[in-house]
């Protein structure tokens, strides 16, 4: 019998404080007897029993389980999760122990610690924020500092910000839009009157609750025009460039309360049009645009937009603050008449005993016989009903809706749930215990038990977190979470209906109840339906062949599906997407696969607006076994094709990606966007990365990994110029294993980039590399910010190397100079075949490039049993064709390998199989 006392886990938690003996004692009686025998799955299954009991968050598990075991306590405040972080700092989800409530906590981040310009900012926001209460202003509680880091301690807010609204659903309904913003502006009034102006108001600086309640958040950059105090340099611009006022970009201490107008205006009309005003990558000419051009007209994109709320908008936004509303509160009354206008248009257009309110698509919170009276507005005036839940804009059973961009078959996938933005604050929700789940609900059948082979304890548990609370997650039926039927969420058409027609409401609930029930019967039945998709040519044969079919029945094995995209859920049932983004949307966060049969390259525009994936858990997209899919993404704008959050893990099995830029590609101090942009950890395996045959593009990456974790395994890049770029955060690792990176024909380029990342809960970053190739590049590895203080360590083993040299220096900004003790490398059994002086070259002329020589890189690495010599790859440079595949860059004989990747193990193959 184990003795649970020894677990890591159990040490951790107590060392932590966040449970006790008798807290973890409970939660080794809950492992059933015949599970309590595997000292490999123990720390699991207690960490599930914990979070079972409600003992625990995913979040404290998961540090535990990592091996934390401090810094879940910041004086007062228990860290219970992760919900955002930006610049300044990361906010967390924290329960005061003296008050016992929920309460964002934003830390300063460590690198800002020593300055002193950053804490002043952040006491700024502290101060300012006291003297603030308002309805439609995130209120600050408290500020202080515990163990030499500081915090701000914020209301916490179940919401979503309005740019990550925007980035999951798109543009808003004008007057949707025109509701929230007049609760901006009443907010911004409230600022007004005490004298203080906000200077970055912005689409991500807004939070929106699930009541429909906007709330404008971070003042650490508002000032108090009484006071004559230097909270910026001269001469520096303040705010964010894509909404930032003229004056106030000309000179920050110009900025008045119509600055914030113009700002506030600038979001309006992202909110309608679903981009920025002046949507160019170029900095310069963004602000040229601010300070001369007109915006495209908003009829462009919304043809339903009232005349008088663009011409609202584009008053809020003139160039001239003279020329602009003179306060938010007259803002207010602008669309206050506006909405106004609208209602009785609306009303008018609905048939005697219609609902004026299902009519027009605007929902109403509360009784509509009974508006509530609106803070901020002069009591002579009809109060206007507080904006639509944004549960609205997901189309959970909204009868009508009046933008054009909703109206496409069926409702638009659920937001995920990840941070929006870097102050964003997500609802956490712990896992309710079994016995507390009404019988017949989604929920019936949970995500923790220990079922099967062990998976790993976030993969187990971990489901979407609900968006707003009205809403529920969708459990791991595999289920798009778009469509919640079995709950009546605040803006449904089920709620809207109850209290006046009380049988409808009844019917619609005994029809979800009805759908709830085939749902647990199916799958406890073990049948694995699946939905065929008459319209595709697509052969039977491509299918997958995992034999899950035949459970379905006696002995008929139902229709496979056809579709080249589809989400496969855990029971082995399939879902056809129309295109890749939905299918995606529907898969992140629960344990379903995206899975792509094409036969023929599936080319993907990517959208200007940013198609976030960040809800929690995973998401995985994986080959149809016996085929190779490629996919064609048209890199365009400024977007990668797939973007994860912070909490999301991403898992990518079997494909090929093909980069397609345009033929002129504008000039950016980033270059183009890279194919994937992963802030969480991230895996790649027997995939290829290929860039369309065309002009050589400057900066040009495939993998933009900022997350703690990359696995790279049997990779294939071609043709890039830099193939990874890893943001390296404390405790970073990257692993590239039987992986080859290839640059564009002629023309220099790198394998992987590191760059020092402050924060992270450790601080070692470490580069694995094994059994990697590099060939006919300028270096295999470039670095940047690294000091003795924070070095980088480097793993190599197996590698073959053939470029001008091995490391490239990249001072940074601000410039870090070269020091050797930045980097520890150890190698072993590697052949590195350099053909220039420099094997750490910085950039510079001549001499000054040569950090160190062949002589100086043997005193600093540590190398056993290298290979020396040239390197001959079976097809010579001159005779390697203008796509050049693995096998050309094999090294040693058939049956005898060399150094670097066996070709035959890397990219994808078609007997790959799917893994659940």
Request: hydrophobic share 40%; with cysteine.
């Given at each position: 019998?184990?003795?649970?006392?020894?677990?890591?886990?159990?040490?951790?938690?107590?060392?932590?404080?966040?449970?006790?003996?008798?807290?973890?004692?409970?939660?080794?009686?809950?492992?059933?007897?015949?599970?309590?025998?595997?000292?490999?799955?123990?720390?699991?299954?207690?960490?599930?029993?914990?979070?079972?009991?409600?003992?625990?968050?995913?979040w404290?598990?998961?540090?535990?389980?990592?091996?934390?075991?401090?810094?879940?306590?910041?004086?007062?405040?228990?860290?219970?999760?992760?919900?955002?972080?930006?610049?300044?700092?990361?906010?967390?989800?924290?329960?005061?122990s003296?008050?016992?409530?929920?309460?964002?906590?934003?830390?300063?981040?460590?690198?800002?610690?020593?300055?002193?310009?950053?804490i002043?900012?952040?006491?700024?926001?502290?101060?300012?924020?006291?003297?603030?209460?308002?309805?439609?202003?995130?209120?600050?509680?408290?500020?202080?500092?515990?163990?030499?880091?500081?915090?701000?301690?914020?209301?916490?807010?179940?919401?979503?910000?309005?740019?990550?609204?925007?980035?999951?659903?798109?543009?808003?309904?004008?007057?949707?839009?025109?509701?929230?913003?007049?609760q901006?502006?009443?907010?911004?009034?409230?600022?007004h009157?005490?004298?203080?102006?906000?200077?970055?108001?912005?689409?991500?600086?807004v939070?929106?609750?699930?009541?429909?309640?906007?709330?404008?958040?971070?003042?650490?950059?508002?000032?108090?025009?009484?006071?004559?105090?230097?909270?910026?340099?001269?001469?520096?611009?303040?705010?964010?460039?894509?909404?930032?006022?003229?004056?106030?970009?000309?000179?920050?201490?110009?900025?008045?309360?119509?600055?914030?107008?113009y700002?506030?205006?600038c979001?309006?009309?992202?909110?309608?049009?679903?981009?920025?005003?002046?949507?160019?990558?170029?900095?310069?000419?963004?602000?040229?645009?601010?300070?001369?051009?007109?915006?495209?007209?908003?009829?462009?994109?919304?043809?339903?937009?009232?005349?008088?709320?663009?011409?609202?908008?584009?008053?809020?936004?003139?160039?001239?603050?003279?020329?602009?509303?003179?306060?938010?509160?007259?803002?207010?009354?602008?669309?206050?008449?506006?909405?106004?206008?609208h209602?009785?248009?609306?009303?008018?257009?609905?048939?005697?005993?219609?609902?004026?309110?299902?009519?027009?698509?605007?929902?109403?919170?509360?009784?509509?016989?009974?508006?509530?009276s609106?803070?901020?507005?002069?009591?002579?005036?009809t109060p206007?009903?507080?904006?639509?839940?944004?549960?609205?804009?997901?189309?959970?059973?909204?009868?009508?809706?009046?933008?054009?961009?909703?109206?496409?078959?069926?409702?638009?996938?659920?937001?995920?749930?990840?941070?929006?933005?870097?102050?964003?604050?997500?609802?956490?929700?712990?896992?309710?215990?079994?016995?507390?789940?009404p019988?017949?609900?989604?929920?019936?059948?949970?995500?923790?038990?220990?079922?099967?082979?062990?998976?790993?304890?976030?993969?187990?548990?971990?489901r979407?977190?609900?968006?707003?609370?009205?809403?529920?997650?969708?459990?791991?039926?595999?289920?798009?979470?778009?469509?919640?039927?079995?709950?009546?969420?605040?803006?449904?058409?089920?709620?809207?209906?109850?209290?006046?027609?009380?049988?409808?409401?009844?019917?619609?609930?005994?029809?979800?109840?009805?759908?709830?029930?085939?749902?647990?019967s199916?799958?406890?039945?073990?049948?694995a339906?699946?939905?065929?998709s008459?319209?595709?040519?697509?052969?039977?044969?491509?299918?997958?062949?995992?034999?899950?079919?035949?459970?379905?029945?006696?002995?008929?094995?139902?229709?496979?599906?056809?579709?080249?995209?589809?989400?496969?859920?855990?029971?082995?049932?399939?879902?056809?997407?129309?295109?890749?983004?939905?299918?995606?949307?529907?898969?992140?966060?629960?344990?379903?696969s995206?899975?792509?049969?094409?036969?023929?390259?599936?080319?993907?525009?990517?959208?200007?607006?940013?198609?976030?994936?960040?809800?929690?858990?995973?998401?995985?997209?994986?080959?149809?076994?016996?085929?190779?899919p490629?996919?064609?993404?048209?890199?365009?704008?400024?977007?990668?094709?797939?973007?994860t959050?912070?909490?999301?893990?991403?898992?990518?099995?079997?494909?090929?990606?093909?980069?397609?830029?345009?033929?002129?590609?504008?000039?950016?101090?980033?270059?183009?966007?890279?194919?994937?942009?992963?802030?969480?950890?991230?895996?790649?395996?027997?995939?290829?990365?290929?860039?369309?045959?065309?002009?050589?593009?400057?900066?040009?990456?495939?993998?933009?990994?900022?997350?703690?974790?990359?696995?790279?395994?049997?990779?294939?890049?071609?043709?890039?110029?830099?193939?990874?770029?890893?943001?390296?955060?404390?405790?970073?690792?990257?692993?590239?294993?039987?992986?080859?990176?290839?640059?564009?024909?002629?023309?220099?380029?790198?394998?992987?980039?590191?760059?020092?990342?402050?924060?992270?809960?450790?601080?070692?970053?470490?580069?694995?590399?094994?059994?990697?190739?590099?060939?006919?590049?300028?270096?295999?590895?470039?670095?940047?910010?690294?000091?003795?203080?924070?070095?980088?360590?480097?793993?190599?083993?197996?590698?073959?190397?053939?470029?001008?040299?091995?490391?490239?220096?990249?001072?940074?900004?601000?410039?870090?100079?070269?020091?050797?003790?930045?980097?520890r490398?150890?190698?072993?059994?590697?052949?590195?075949?350099?053909?220039?002086?420099?094997?750490?070259?910085?950039?510079?002329?001549?001499?000054?490039?040569?950090?160190?020589?062949?002589?100086?890189?043997?005193?600093?690495?540590?190398?056993?049993?290298?290979?020396?010599?040239?390197?001959?790859?079976?097809?010579?440079?001159?005779?390697?064709?203008?796509?050049?595949?693995?096998a050309?860059?094999?090294?040693?004989?058939?049956?005898?390998?060399?150094?670097?990747?066996?070709?035959?193990?890397?990219?994808?193959?078609?007997?790959s199989?799917?893994?659940?």
């Open positions: 019998m184990l003795e649970p006392q020894t677990s890591r886990f159990w040490q951790a938690s107590l060392q932590s404080g966040l449970l006790d003996a008798a807290g973890l004692a409970a939660c080794w009686e809950g492992i059933p007897p015949e599970k309590r025998d595997a000292p490999e799955h123990l720390d699991r299954r207690l960490a599930r029993q914990a979070i079972h009991r409600g003992l625990l968050s995913l404290q598990a998961q540090q535990l389980l990592a091996g934390r075991t401090s810094g879940f306590r910041v004086d007062r405040y228990v860290l219970v999760d992760l919900i955002g972080q930006g610049g300044m700092g990361r906010v967390y989800l924290a329960r005061d003296r008050l016992n409530r929920q309460v964002a906590l934003k830390i300063l981040s460590p690198e800002r610690m020593n300055n002193p310009r950053a002043a900012r952040f006491q700024r926001e502290a101060r300012v924020g006291a003297q603030l209460q308002h309805e439609n202003l995130v209120r600050i509680y408290d500020f202080g500092e515990s163990n030499g880091r500081f915090f701000l301690v914020m209301e916490y807010i179940e919401g979503k910000t309005i740019g990550g609204l925007i980035a999951a659903q798109g543009p808003m309904p004008p007057i949707t839009a025109a509701r929230l913003v007049r901006i502006a009443l907010g911004l009034e409230h600022a009157r005490k004298d203080l102006i906000h200077r970055d108001v912005n689409p991500y600086n939070m929106v609750t699930h009541d429909g309640v906007a709330k404008l958040a971070d003042l650490g950059l508002a000032i108090n025009k009484a006071e004559d105090e230097r909270v910026t340099r001269d001469g520096a611009t303040v705010g964010t460039f894509d909404y930032v006022a003229p004056e106030q970009a000309r000179h920050s201490h110009s900025a008045d309360i119509r600055s914030d107008i700002s506030l205006g979001t309006f009309y992202h909110m309608i049009a679903g981009q920025v005003p002046f949507p160019s990558p170029s900095l310069p000419e963004k602000l040229f645009a601010h300070q001369a051009l007109e915006p495209a007209p908003l009829s462009r994109f919304a043809p339903d937009i009232p005349q008088a709320l663009a011409e609202v908008v584009r008053r809020m936004m003139r160039k001239s603050p003279d020329d602009r509303f003179g306060t938010p509160l007259q803002v207010a009354q602008a669309i206050d008449a506006c909405l106004e206008a209602d009785r248009a609306a009303a008018s257009r609905a048939g005697a005993g219609d609902d004026p309110e299902i009519a027009t698509g605007v929902l109403m919170p509360g009784d509509p016989d009974s508006p509530t609106t803070p901020g507005m002069p009591p002579s005036r206007i009903p507080e904006p639509a839940s944004p549960a609205r804009f997901a189309g959970a059973g909204v009868a009508a809706t009046p933008a054009a961009a909703y109206d496409a078959a069926g409702p638009p996938p659920m937001p995920s749930a990840g941070a929006s933005g870097p102050e964003s604050a997500v609802a956490t929700a712990t896992p309710v215990p079994a016995s507390d789940q019988v017949g609900s989604e929920e019936e059948i949970p995500l923790y038990l220990d079922l099967g082979p062990e998976p790993s304890l976030s993969e187990s548990i971990a979407p977190r609900p968006w707003f609370s009205g809403e529920r997650s969708a459990s791991s039926s595999g289920l798009q979470p778009a469509a919640p039927v079995a709950a009546a969420a605040p803006g449904t058409l089920a709620a809207r209906l109850r209290g006046r027609w009380p049988w409808a409401a009844a019917l619609l609930a005994a029809i979800a109840l009805a759908i709830a029930a085939s749902i647990v199916r799958r406890a039945g073990g049948t339906k699946a939905t065929s008459p319209a595709s040519k697509q052969p039977a044969a491509d299918a997958p062949r995992d034999g899950r079919a035949k459970e379905a029945g006696a002995g008929t094995a139902p229709a496979q599906p056809t579709s080249p995209i589809a989400v496969l859920d855990p029971d082995g049932g399939e879902s056809p997407a129309k295109d890749l983004y939905q299918a995606m949307e529907a898969a992140v966060g629960v344990k379903g995206v899975v792509l049969r094409n036969r023929e390259p599936l080319v993907v525009s990517v959208p200007d607006a940013p198609r976030v994936m960040a809800s929690t858990g995973w998401l995985k997209l994986k080959a149809a076994p016996g085929t190779t490629v996919l064609v993404a048209e890199l365009k704008g400024k977007q990668p094709l797939l973007v959050g912070a909490a999301t893990n991403l898992v990518v099995e079997g494909l090929t990606i093909v980069a397609r830029y345009p033929s002129s590609a504008p000039a950016s101090p980033d270059g183009p966007p890279p194919l994937i942009r992963a802030a969480g950890a991230a895996e790649f395996r027997r995939c290829a990365f290929l860039t369309d045959r065309g002009p050589e593009v400057e900066g040009s990456r495939a993998i933009v990994a900022e997350g703690g974790q990359l696995v790279v395994e049997g990779g294939w890049f071609r043709g890039f110029r830099h193939g990874i770029e890893v943001n390296a955060i404390g405790g970073a690792k990257a692993d590239l294993k039987q992986t080859m990176i290839v640059p564009a024909a002629g023309r220099p380029g790198s394998g992987v980039t590191v760059r020092f990342l402050g924060g992270g809960s450790g601080s070692g970053r470490t580069l694995s590399l094994d059994r990697f190739t590099f060939a006919a590049g300028e270096a295999p590895i470039r670095l940047s910010g690294f000091t003795p203080e924070a070095p980088l360590t480097v793993r190599a083993g197996d590698c073959a190397v053939q470029a001008r040299g091995l490391v490239s220096w990249l001072p940074g900004t601000p410039a870090i100079p070269w020091e050797p003790r930045s980097l490398w150890q190698g072993e059994r590697n052949q590195y075949d350099i053909g220039g002086t420099a094997w750490v070259s910085q950039p510079g002329e001549g001499a000054a490039a040569v950090v160190l020589d062949r002589e100086g890189w043997a005193r600093l690495a540590s190398e056993e049993h290298p290979i020396p010599g040239p390197i001959e790859f079976r097809t010579p440079a001159g005779r390697r064709p203008e796509s050049p595949e693995p050309d860059f094999a090294t040693g004989r058939r049956g005898d390998p060399g150094p670097g990747a066996d070709p035959d193990q890397v990219g994808p193959t078609a007997s199989e799917i893994a659940n």
